[in-house]
């Protein structure tokens, strides 16, 4: 069974610093991992989606990271906003499109 | 494009009666999935659909769900005498087909308190 931990739980920083939001999976043999955004009461935003044979992808601010073999991804945001603000859920995905999800990080962005 | 829609946003019920939640995929996406989401956690897997076939079903999903997507459009998730712990978000997402590539679309999701 796939488990999928988030490190840290909470972040706060100040405007304008880069951060690294860290997730780690235990089964390795993923299609694909995503990164999504959830603000409070809402549903899920996809963000970045790595396919297995990626290392990285980037959009914007944002890039994630894929190292499959040590079941690790890492989802950089530079220069951060008071937008920025939220839950960031990592999922890796098996067949299907199935996704298991990580208990999220929930960054809060100080003005 | 309209996304994924939901309804009801909220249902509040009482200990034992049935609810009905539906969701309304984006048009033309083969994949339906469900989740259930409680506070402070990330979503659980539910079920999927790839068009009507319901192919797969969690062991969260007891005999008390059920879940149907008829003509591979919407779907719905009845839940029969409902009990407290059943108090959740539950979450309705599509994709094209589920491929390595395919991004999953969320809805707002539909937020059920039972009292």
């Known amino acids: 069974k796939q488990e999928v931990t988030q490190i840290p739980a909470a972040l706060s920083v100040p405007e304008g610093e880069n951060l690294v939001l860290n997730c780690s999976f235990t089964?390795?043999?993923?299609?694909?991992l995503q990164w999504f955004r959830q603000d409070p009461g809402k549903g899920l935003t996809s963000l970045l989606l790595i396919q297995s044979s990626q290392r990285e992808q980037t959009s914007g601010r944002l890039n994630a990271s894929l190292d499959k073999s040590s079941g690790r991804s890492t989802l950089y945001i530079a220069a951060s906003q008071p937008g920025d603000s939220a839950t960031y859920l990592c999922a890796p995905g098996r067949e299907a499109g199935k996704s298991t999800f990580g208990d999220g990080t929930t960054l809060t962005v100080k003005p | 494009d309209t996304g994924v829609s939901q309804d009801p946003r909220h249902k509040i019920t009482k200990r034992g009666q049935n609810v009905t939640f539906r969701c309304d995929p984006i048009s033309e996406h083969n994949r339906l999935y469900w989740y259930r989401q409680t506070l402070g956690q990330g979503p659980e897997f539910l079920t999927y659909?790839?068009?009507?076939?319901?192919?797969?079903k969690s062991r969260l999903l007891s005999d008390r769900f059920s879940a149907e997507r008829p003509k591979g459009s919407f779907s719905t998730l009845e839940i029969q005498r409902t009990e407290q712990g059943d108090s959740a978000m539950y979450l309705c997402?599509?994709?094209?087909?589920?491929?390595?590539?395919?991004?999953?679309?969320f809805g707002p999701g539909t937020r059920l308190t039972v009292l």
């Open positions: 997402a599509s994709s094209p087909l589920g491929g390595h590539t395919d991004t999953q679309y």
């Open positions: 089964d390795s043999a993923i299609y694909n």
């Open positions: 659909f790839q068009n009507e076939a319901q192919l797969e």
